[in-house]
C-alpha cells in the first residue's frame, strides 16, 4: 500500500489517520466490554473494572484522538510547519502501549509494576506531544485566544497524567502517598476540565466557525473560558495541597466549592458561546457530524442538573461520555474527511477525474445511527450511575456498542474510500510551483 | 464576468476560508476570484468542490499561495 503523503505542514497522514482510527477501535472495544461486566457503572465506580473502563475511554479513545489531531492541527492553526514532525512515530506508539498497559493495569486488580510502566510511557509520550506543540507555537505565536486555549489545553493534557501517574505512585507506596497526598480530584479537574474541555472550547471555537462557516464575532467568551479553566485547575490545586499543608480543612472545601463554580461557568460560556456561533453561521444547513458536535452541549447543563442532585460521578459522566464524547466524536468524521481528502487529492498534479466530493468519502445513513447511539448510551450511563440501575447500564452498554460500532464502520469506510479513489487524479485541481 | 481578488495573507484561520465562501457566494456562474493566501489553504479545496468550484493553485517561492477559483454550480 503506498501512502497519501501531507499536505498541511502536519506530520504524515499515517500517524493521524492511524490515531484517528484507534481511538474509533477503542471505543467500540470498551462498550464490548462494558456490555460483558455493565456492574462497572451500576456498582461501585472505584472498582478495577470501572476504572479500566474510564482509562479505556479517557486514553484511547478521547486523547488517542487529541494525541492524532495534533499531528496536523497546530500547523493549519499556527499558520507553519509542525515541528520535529517524525516525533509522532515515537509518540503516537509509545502512548499506545503504555495506555494499553496502563488499562490492563487497573483491571488487573491496579497492578503497580504495569501502572507505573503504563504510567510512564504515558506521561513521556504526552509530554513529548506537549513539548512539539510548544515547539510549533514558539516558531509561530499563536495570535487568537482559540489557537493559545488549544497550546494550554495540551499542556494541561501532559499535566492530567502526570498527576495519574503520582496517583498511582500515591497509591502503591506510602513514602509517595506522604509527600503528594491523594490527588484524585485535581488529577480528573485538570484531565476533564483543563486538557478535555478547554480543548473542545479552543479547538471547537475554529473549527465550528470552519464547519459552519460562521463570521467572526467577539472573543471574549473563549479569553473567559480560558481564563476561568486557569482557575479551576488553581482551585483544585489549591484544594489538594491545603491538607498536606496543614491549613485549616475549610480552605481545602471552599477552593472546591469554588472550583465547582467556575466549572459551571466556563460550561455556561461554552453553552453560549456555541449558540452564538451557529446564529452567525452562514451555512443553514449543519451536516450531520457538525450536529453531533453541537448536541454533545445539551450534556453541559444535565451535568450541571447532576451536581444540583449531589450526584457527582454522574455528572462526571454526562460530561465525559456526553460532552466530551458526543463533541469528540462529531469532530473525529469530519477532521478524518477532510485529512484522508486533503492528504490524497489536496494538490493533484495532472488531469484526468475529478475528485471526490467529502460527503462521497462517508455513508450518510451511519450518521443518525452513531449519534443516535452515543447519546442513548451517555443518557443510560448517567442514569445507571446515579441510580445503580444494571437495566440503564446494559442499556447504556448495547447503546455505545452500536453508536460506535456504526463509528467505526464510517470510519474505516472514510479511509478505504479515499485509498480507493487516490489515484485518480483531479480534473480541476492543478498545482503549480 | 467578473473577476475578484481577495488578499487573505495575515488572517488568522478559519478566517480565510469564511472569507472566500462568503465571496464566492455573492459570484455567478463563471466569475473567477482569486485569493492570496499565506500557504496552500489546504481545507479550503474540498470544500471548493462542494461548492461546485474548479481551481488551480499555484505555489510561490515565499511559501504563500495563489489560488484561482472558477465558480461553477453546486
Known sequence: MTLPRAASGGAHPLLP?????????????????????????????GSPGSVALTHLFTLLFVTLIYL???????????VTDLEWRASGWVTVPLFVSGAVLLVWGFASGFR???????GGAVVVALGIAAAQVLATARKSPPKDPASRGLVTAVCYMFLAVTLGLLLAGARSSPLVATAVGYPATLHQTTGIIGAFMLGIVASGHKLLSMFALSKGGPLWRVRAAIALTHGVVALSALAAVAPLAGWPPTLSRIASDAAILLVSFVAAMQFIEVGALLRRRLRRRLEAPVERY??????????????????????????????????????????????????????????????????DLSRAWLEPVITAGLTLGALAATLAILTGSLLAARLAASALLVGSS????????????TL?????????????? | MREVFLDNRGLQPPEPMIRTLSQLEELSM?????????????????????????????????????????????
Open chain 1, 112 to 118: 503497580p509494576i504495569a501502572l507505573a510502566a503504563g
Open chain 1, 68 to 78: 492524532g489531531t495534533l499531528q496536523q492541527l497546530p500547523a493549519v492553526l499556527l
Open chain 1, 17 to 45: 489517520v492511524s490515531a484517528l482510527v484507534g481511538g474509533a477501535l477503542a471505543l467500540v472495544a470498551g462498550a464490548a466490554w462494558l456490555l460483558a461486566e455493565p456492574q462497572a457503572i451500576s456498582g461501585f465506580v
Open chain 1, 406 to 417: 456504526a463509528q467505526l464502520l464510517q470510519v474505516l469506510t472514510v479511509v478505504m474510500r
Open chain 2, 30 to 74: 463563471g466569475d473567477v476570484l482569486t485569493i492570496h493566501n499565506d500557504r496552500v489553504p489546504v481545507y479550503l479545496l474540498p470544500q471548493l468542490l462542494d461548492e461546485g468550484a474548479a481551481y488551480q493553485v499555484e505555489e510561490l517561492p515565499d511559501g504563500s499561495a495563489k489560488v484561482r477559483i472558477v465558480k461553477g454550480s453546486p
Open chain 1, 420 to 433: 480507493g479513489r487516490q489515484w485518480r487524479p483531479a480534473s480541476t485541481a492543478v498545482t503549480t510551483k
Open chain 1, 294 to 359: 453541537v448536541l454533545a452541549h445539551a450534556f453541559l447543563p444535565l451535568a450541571g442538573v447532576m451536581f444540583a442532585v449531589g450526584s457527582q460521578t454522574a455528572a462526571a459522566v454526562a460530561l465525559l461520555l456526553g460532552f466530551v464524547g458526543l463533541a469528540v466524536s462529531g469532530m473525529l468524521v469530519k477532521i478524518l474527511s477532510f485529512l484522508t481528502w486533503t492528504s490524497a487529492f489536496g494538490a493533484a498534479r495532472d488531469a484526468a477525474a475529478p475528485p471526490p466530493l467529502l460527503k
